[in-house]
């Protein structure tokens, strides 16, 4: 029957929880990609996986310092060492090798740019064809890196929803297979695998070797199609089932921009759909979907794990990168600048509490991003220097 709707991947847990599929035989894999939980995973064995090393990335503890100082339990998953330097490489992973299995010759996708540049590296390890629809104004390094992996990239006057009809378009006349978001189940089963690796992760912090492992308290996620939010939520009810967590869960955040926030606005009527975002519009070119087909499933885990939706403006998110950079390290896309100055806003009004365990999703690295920088006047120096110089 046709409804429409996202199609989600089921597994026979129980037989998987019998066959012994726990943390420990995990981390005994040798498997340095997502594909040590190959058992919830759709390909049959490992072997199976078009993998170019993707998953276990960091978890960053935020030093204390500057406007980081009253949180005293800040993490940042950085997503950004992922190949293709974005979290997007997780779930082509998993499609692309189940694309493989069904025998698929070409796929494609409209996409805000990072999914472009996964997917045509994916395609290109698999040996498929890969075409791509982005908007014109999409960041530069995607479009170059999807031309360099030899996809078919066309550009669009418009939004990625524009590029989404062109898309159906061409999977109907030359039977291409749709990797657009929620439009095939398995990009979300590889996004699920940041869920899994969180709770290994905060074992391994906390040191915590038996007994349920531990989540953290509220997870600030960058939204735009949501399936990395709906996929976390859905690795949880997992692992519940396989007796590696308990019943509690972390309170999801969802981060839009204020020109495009089409959840938040949907969140805070208290409605189980949302409207398309007129005039959607942000530097943070990842946020901007106007409109996602998993809008119900997302509002759905916000409500369930009585977590909340805001949005930060253009200005702000690229404060946040520069924040991140300059006091941890960690130079981040403007989508992950956007979750930092979200809790900081919810740890103003009181929602966040300082001690609580927080994780910060960075989605991607902010060189793809580095048109949105401008450069200072920098010294020009010689072999004569410091002659000359001023100390300011
Ligand atoms: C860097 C970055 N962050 C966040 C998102 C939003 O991800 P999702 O579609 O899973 O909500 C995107 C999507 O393009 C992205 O590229």
């Known amino acids: ?69 009253p949180f005293e339990n800040l993490y940042i998953k950085d997503e950004s060492f992922n190949p293709t330097g974005s979290f997007k490489a997780r779930g082509m992973s998993a499609a692309i090798s189940r694309a493989v299995q069904l025998g698929v010759r070409a796929v494609a996708l409209p996409s805000a740019g990072n999914a472009a540049g996964a997917a045509a590296s994916y395609a290109a390890q698999a040996g498929l064809e890969c075409h791509l629809f982005m908007p014109v104004d999409t960041p530069p390094a995607n479009i170059l890196e999807s031309v360099v992996a030899g996809a078919n990239v066309y550009l669009v006057r418009g939004l990625i929803s524009d590029c989404g009809k062109l898309v159906k378009k061409g999977c109907q006349e030359f039977g291409w297979f749709d990797l657009s978001t929620l439009k095939e189940p398995f990009r979300l089963e590889g996004k699920k695998t940041m869920g899994y690796e969180l709770a290994l992760d905060f074992a391994d912090e906390l040191n915590i070797r038996s007994g349920p492992l531990p989540l953290p308290d509220v997870i600030f996620y960058p939204t735009g199609g949501g399936t990395g939010l709906i996929g976390m939520w859905k690795a949880f009810d997992e692992m519940e089932r396989l007796g590696w967590i308990g019943s509690q869960r972390p309170r999801m955040v969802v981060v839009q921009a204020e020109q495009c926030a089409p959840i938040v606005t949907a969140f805070n009527k208290g409605s189980e759909f949302a409207e398309m975002f007129p005039n959607a519009a942000t530097v943070a070119s990842g946020l901007r979907v106007p409109a996602a087909v998993g809008d119900f499933l997302m509002l759905r885990v916000l409500r369930e794990s009585g977590g909340t939706a805001i949005t930060v403006s253009d200005a702000d998110l690229m404060a946040g990168v520069r924040e991140l ?65 001023s100390s300011s």
Not at 11 to 35: H, K
Not at 357 to 385: A, C, M
């Open 1 to 69: 029957m046709k409804c429409a709707k996202p199609l989600l991947a089921g597994y026979d847990l129980d037989a998987i929880r019998e066959a012994g599929f726990t943390p420990e035989w995990v981390r005994s894999r040798t498997t340095r990609s997502l594909w040590r939980f190959a058992e919830v995973l759709p390909v049959a064995d490992i072997g199976q996986a078009v993998s170019l090393g993707e998953g276990l990335t960091p978890l960053l503890r935020c030093q204390r310092r500057g406007e980081f100082a």
């Open 325 to 389: 950079s300059r006091l941890q390290g960690v130079y981040a896309c403007p989508e992950g600048g956007a979750v930092w100055k979200a809790a900081q806003q919810l740890l103003q009004t009181g929602w966040l509490k300082p001690h609580e365990r927080v994780v910060l999703f960075n989605t991607g690295t902010g060189h793809k991003y580095n048109h949105l920088i401008e450069l200072p006047e920098l010294p020009i120096v010689g072999d004569n220097w410091p002659e000359g110089a």
